[in-house]
T-cell receptor
Framework: AQSVTQLGSHVSVSEGALVLLRCNYS??????LFWYVQYPNQGLQLLLK??????LVKGINGFEAEFKKSETSFHLTKPSAHMSDAAEYFC??????????FGKGTRLSVIA | DADVTQTPRNRITKTGKRIMLECSQTKGHDRMYWYRQDPGLGLRLIYY???????NKGEISDGYSVSRQAQAKFSLSLESAIPNQTALYFC?????????????????FGEGSRLTVL
């Protein structure tokens, strides 16, 4: 069964610093991959998704993620953190006709 | 109006009470899901339905039941609520085919229902 691992339940960065949130998936067959963001007291919204087209995927709010098959990874990055990026981020994978499988989430704090 | 609407948004109840969380959608999607979010555990799937006649258990279905009343409506019930069912519950939908005619599994979420069981 597919599983998704997010390294680090909490990441803290300074405003203006690089954001790196890590995600690894388990499937030997590359799945479709997603990053969702959850702002405080809100639902989840799609940040970006990989669907086997370009390996570097650009999303909203300046985020991007790179699919690396050799590393089974799909890490999320943003060159310069903003206070408004503080949220919980979820990586998820889809491997066929079964529901999305989520990682446990990474809470991002941005320090002024 | 939101495409995926959950009611109630917040509910406090007592142990042993029956609770129903309702979800309705205007996206026209066939597939609907109920997830539960707990701190440090991410989102875990409770039940899902690929169409009106299809109901499937997820990884944590014990203590829950669902009803797919129509394509647009999917309700989650707790027959006898217990404190460890205190959590944030999300309804989500997905389409069989997205705009690229590909089944990518992308989910569209409601804003959540926060349930507290005392």
């Amino acid at each position: 069964a597919q599983s998704v691992t997010q390294l680090g339940s909490h990441v803290s960065v300074s405003e203006g610093a690089l954001v790196l949130l890590r995600c690894n998936y388990s499937s030997s067959v590359p799945p479709y991959l997603f990053w969702y963001v959850q702002y405080p007291n809100q639902g989840l919204q799609l940040l970006l998704k990989y669907t086997s087209a370009a390996t570097l995927v650009k999303g909203i709010n300046g985020f991007e993620a790179e699919f690396k098959k050799s590393e089974t990874s799909f890490h999320l990055t943003k060159p310069s953190a903003h206070m408004s990026d503080a949220a919980e981020y979820f990586c998820a994978a889809y491997s066929g006709n079964t529901p999305l499988v989520f990682g446990k989430g990474t809470r991002l704090s941005v320090i002024a | 109006d939101a495409d995926v609407t959950q009611t109630p948004r917040n509910r406090i109840t007592k142990t042993g009470k029956r609770i129903m969380l309702e979800c309705s959608q205007t996206k026209g999607h066939d597939r609907m899901y109920w997830y539960r979010q707990d701190p440090g555990l991410g989102l875990r799937l409770i039940y899902y339905s690929f169409d009106v006649k299809d109901i499937n258990k997820g990884e944590i279905s014990d203590g829950y039941s669902v009803s797919r009343q129509a394509q647009a409506k999917f309700s989650l019930s707790l027959e006898s609520a217990i404190p460890n069912q205190t959590a944030l519950y999300f309804c989500a939908t997905s389409d069989l085919r997205d705009q690229a005619f590909t089944n990518t599994g992308e989910l569209f979420f409601g804003e959540g229902s926060r349930l507290t069981v005392l």
